[in-house]
């Protein structure tokens, strides 16, 4: 079954501070995305990191890197030296099929002053 | 900066009535998603167009939401009747193409069906 688990309802963090959130995934096709967004309190859903499952080396975006580890099926956020607006839900997803996107239940974060 | 437009942004409505909403995607991105999100939960995919294509309508309740995008532009959901089981934020995206591009959300429509 093609499915994502993310398996920390909440976390907080202190501002400065490094945090990550885990993302694990399932799925038997050989070719795959990974995806994080980040869904703010106003509601829109804002891109964040992508990696895809041939790619050797884990994604970054600025504060942002995602530690993918295939054999383990795992694909965390890792967010470094938080700032309170990261304080947010976010949302592992996983393209398959090579045109749908699958979301996981979500982590929301609280960074705390 | 372009950005996928969604109205309305709030909607409450009795239920057994009929709701629609409205999505007007970035220019010249060819999918179009319509995904529902339960408070709580992550968002889970109701429809996918390619243009004007419906590529991928497993988890849309057919006997009562239908989705068109008829010029293969902006695109229009409904629910006739409503349930109070459809209260939820009905988000719209957009992308370039699959796969390997990420898609784009427009701020969503929240439903209160009473």
């Known amino acids: 079954a093609q499915k994502i688990t993310q398996t920390q309802p909440g976390m907080f963090v202190q501002e400065k501070e490094a945090v990550t959130l885990d993302c694990t995934y399932d799925t038997s096709d050989q070719s795959y995305g990974l995806f994080w967004y980040k869904q703010p309190s106003s509601g829109e859903m804002i891109f964040l990191i992508y990696q895809g499952s041939y790619d050797e080396q884990n994604a970054t975006e600025g504060r942002y890197s995602l530690n993918f580890q295939k054999a383990r099926k795992s694909a965390n956020l890792v967010i470094s030296a938080s700032q309170l607006g990261d304080s947010a839900m976010y949302f592992c997803a996983m393209l398959i099929g090579g045109f749908k996107t699958i979301f996981g239940a979500g982590t929301r974060l609280f960074v705390k002053a | 900066e372009a950005e996928v437009a969604q109205s309305p942004r709030y909607k409450i409505t009795e239920k057994s009535q009929a709701v629609a909403f409205w999505c007007d995607p970035i220019s010249g991105h060819a999918t179009l998603y319509w995904y529902r999100q339960i408070l709580g939960q992550g968002p889970e995919l109701l429809v996918q167009?390619?243009?004007?294509?419906?590529?991928?309508d497993s988890q849309l309740p057919k006997d009562r939401f239908s989705a068109e995008r008829l010029k293969g532009v902006d695109s229009t959901l409904k629910i006739q009747p409503a349930e109070l089981g459809d209260s939820a934020m009905y988000l719209c995206?957009?992308?370039?193409?699959?796969?390997?591009?990420?898609?784009?959300f427009g701020q969503g429509t929240r439903l209160t069906v009473v």
């Open positions: 167009f390619q243009d004007e294509s419906v590529v991928d």
């Open positions: 995206a957009s992308s370039l193409e699959p796969p390997n591009t990420e898609a784009f």
